[in-house]
């Protein structure tokens, strides 16, 4: 009998780690439901800790949500509105929201040919534009923030890293959170670390850009009905932060396992023609959020890929300067051509931890034959 680990592969199986940590959460679970303790409870501010420390950051604020992240980190940090922030063409539209909610201009700027990051070039092209920048570390690996930092140093630019894609990675040895004003990152489900619904957290070495980030995520208040300035209502909630918790201790081994597999696919693509496989920058610690290959005819790649039965996936379709609600439209054609032409290649395979080397190759086959028939 065919098993379902050998004909169905998904993109992402939460299942596996639900598991891993069904009983410390179920525990944790229980012991907030009996003390009530719903909202800023005991285990927020221990899981809060427990990530600054993970990052070697001073300082972590749970919020919502990983956009909330962004917007208030970038809001903390001074930018607001009529001021530029450098956003790179390629990334999930959040990073470009999070800076149009402050009232600020996203300048979008493209992304290396090699890895997909925002280009310093680019970034150096329009840095008088702008008094900020804000990097994204896409698939699991951090731009390069060494070029980048010195950019930012020379123009002035507040540095507010995306980092919902890389808990756990690192550039030249620095984790996230440690090449700027701060970091914001996202617990969104899929993540190396998530939750168990939506929940972020901005991370920082700044303690008044720390407690303005805790003010604006909870209605401009520290004392309870002491309102210091208009805020939002963005917690983190304590039975996020329980799940959290158990997964942070594990995330280490999960990132391992997610450098193995993507170690596996790098091996088992290296003899098939037309599949470009993802590169690491030398100064990059990976941790493989996402393993983004590139292939021509992708699209149709794509559809015989989940009629297989294997869960492919695009990260991301459509460049942010080419997004409608972003001002995009076809005449923009042309002016960010590293991130137009990815779109149309990039094409993300099942990765998580525990897939099987059996599932991988079975990934590997269906895509081969794929490219083979498109080709």
Not at 140 to 160: D, F, H, K, S
Not at 256 to 272: F, I
Request: glycine share 10%; aromatic share 6%.
């Amino acid at each position: 009998m065919t098993t379902v680990e050998t004909s169905t592969v998904p993109l992402v199986d939460l299942r596996i780690q639900r598991d891993r940590v069904a009983d410390e959460v179920g525990e944790g679970l229980a012991r907030v439901l009996e003390a009530t303790a719903f909202i800023q409870g005991p285990d927020v501010a221990a899981f809060e800790r427990e990530f600054a420390d993970y990052t070697g950051r001073a300082h972590c604020i749970g919020v919502g949500n990983g956009t909330d992240a962004l917007e208030f980190a970038l809001r903390a940090a001074g930018i607001g509105p009529g001021d530029g922030v450098a956003v790179p063409a390629n990334s999930f539209v959040a990073s470009a929201e999070a800076v149009l909610r402050i009232g600020a201009e996203p300048v979008l700027v493209d992304v290396d040919e090699r890895y997909l990051l925002l280009d310093p070039e680019a970034l150096e092209a329009v840095a008088g534009r702008c008094r900020a920048v804000l990097p994204v570390h896409l698939f699991g690996q951090m731009a390069p923030m060494g070029r980048i930092g010195g950019i930012a140093e020379r123009y002035g630019l507040v540095v507010v890293e995306d980092a919902a894609q890389a808990q756990g990675a690192t550039h030249r040895g620095v984790p996230i959170g440690g090449w700027g004003a701060a970091a914001g990152t996202s617990f969104y489900p899929g993540k190396n670390l998530g939750a168990y619904g939506d929940a972020g957290a901005v991370i920082t070495d700044d303690p008044e850009l720390a407690r303005r980030v805790r003010l604006l995520a909870n209605h401009g208040s520290e004392v309870k009905y002491e309102h210091e300035m208009i805020g939002f209502n963005s917690r983190l909630d304590t039975l996020q932060a329980v799940v959290l918790r158990a997964k942070l201790a594990r995330l280490d081994v999960w990132n391992e396992e997610r450098r193995a597999a993507a170690r596996c696919y790098t091996e088992l693509l290296s003899g098939v023609p037309g599949v470009r496989v993802p590169e690491v920058a030398p100064d990059d610690e990976h941790v493989w959020h996402l393993y983004v290959v590139r292939v021509p005819g992708r699209d149709a790649v794509l559809a015989d890929l989940q009629a297989s039965g294997v869960g492919a996936g695009i990260h991301y379709p459509v460049p942010l300067h080419l997004t409608g609600a972003l001002g995009g439209s076809a005449d923009r054609q042309g002016e960010h051509p590293v991130a137009e032409r990815a779109a149309a290649e990039i094409l993300s395979l099942p990765l998580y931890p525990g897939i099987t080397t059996v599932q991988q190759e079975r990934v590997v086959a269906a895509l081969s034959a794929a490219v083979t028939r498109h080709a």
